[in-house]
């Protein structure tokens, strides 16, 4: 575009513009900014511990947000990610209790549970055609409770220190050692939203039902999968996140439901769904992180930082998610 004709646009709708275009970078950028915010008003926050925490906390969040947008992508809704995370959390340490040696017997356990709990989530909404809003926010609570329930609100156990050490240890004293996961999980997720055959179905799904119809493709059943998808990335960021604090407690990870949906639409994912990416849900987690990491350093109490938290996710969603995508 010409300067002159640039230099005509309001500076609000070159803002505006910018973000739509460049969801990720933006979040990039808000990341940074707030961090620097903190650091100028509490200058000790500027130190590698607390980096390292962020980056830490970012990977965990972005691994719950994996099924939040595959699923967001294909047009659905899911606030599970949360019961699961907890409830795969509470199993990983019932059943490692301290041993190692019982971590495959764990992840059998959690890969079950979350498919389970994923097939429900895509029977409902999918098959029976239920409001995904309100029948996986059912499921979520009906899963919270079962974890009262499954530990009578006291969770026993405690992860292993093998795999407690796989996650928080400092590589080279300042990378946590949670990023040897990323280099699993992230190419996973990068070939099923951009090589494969589901992720080409699930996009065109998300964009245009009617459209997916047409051209044969079995819609409910790529529906289904995200679902289940959904639920066995939430399940495995449960074990990790079972690691990272070394035991569990009933919900003590329900809150990712919220947190990864908001870092999911800030990426860039459209909430009317066929538009988004996996990188742009990165620097989502990113900024939720961030953002987080400066209200506590701040020490702001906890009704103002709920306050703060929920004004700034109403002006992120605001400002982002004005997109269509091209529906029936």
């Given amino acids: ?39 100028f008003m509490v200058p000790t ?48 340490v019932t059943i490692m ?9 764990a992840f059998a356990v959690v890969m079950v549970v979350s498919i389970l709990i994923g097939l429900l989530s895509g029977f409902c909404t999918v098959k029976i055609g239920l409001p995904p809003l309100v029948v996986t926010m059912a499921i979520a609570n009906v899963v919270s409770r079962m974890q009262f329930v499954f530990t009578g609100g006291s969770p026993t ?9 796989t996650i928080n240890t400092r590589i080279f004293g300042y990378i946590p050692a949670i990023t040897l996961y990323a280099f699993i999980i992230f190419p996973i997720v ?31 059943r790529i ?20 690691g ?6 009933p919900m003590g990870f329900d809150g990712y439901a919220f947190s990864s949906l908001i870092a999911v639409i800030v990426g860039g994912t459209a909430f009317t769904g066929g538009t988004g990416s996996y990188t742009g849900s990165i620097a989502g987690a990113l900024l939720m992180t961030v953002l987080s990491n400066m209200l506590t350093t701040l020490n702001l109490s906890q009704p103002i930082r709920n306050i703060v938290m ?19």
């Fill in 157 to 165: 156990g405690m992860a292993g220190p093998a795999f407690i050490s």
């Fill in 223 to 242: 529906k289904m999968l995200s679902y289940v998808f959904s639920a066995v990335f939430a399940g495995f960021a449960g074990m990790l996140g079972a």
């Fill in 45 to 92: 926050a500027l130190n590698m511990s607390a980096i390292s925490t962020i980056f830490m906390l970012t990977l965990l969040l972005s691994f719950a947000a994996v099924g939040q947008t595959l699923v967001l992508i294909g047009g659905g809704l899911d606030f599970t990610v949360g019961a699961v995370m907890s409830s795969t959390a509470i199993i990983t």
């Fill in 190 to 220: 990068f070939y099923l939203l951009n090589r494969s055959r589901y992720g080409r179905q699930l996009y065109l799904v998300g964009n245009n039902p009617t459209a997916a119809r047409l051209t044969g493709m079995n819609s409910d």
């Fill in 1 to 39: 575009m010409p300067s002159n004709v640039a230099s005509g646009i309001p500076f609000s709708m070159r803002v505006k513009a910018f973000v739509r275009n460049s969801p990720a970078r933006m979040a990039v950028i808000i990341s940074i900014a707030l961090y620097a915010f903190t650091v």
């Fill in 244 to 249: 990272y604090r070394q035991s569990a407690i």
């Fill in 310 to 328: 929920g004004c700034v996710m109403v002006l992120l969603l605001l400002l982002y998610n004005r997109r269509k995508a091209v529906r029936e």
């Fill in 97 to 105: 209790d301290k041993q190692d040696g019982y971590f495959f017997h």
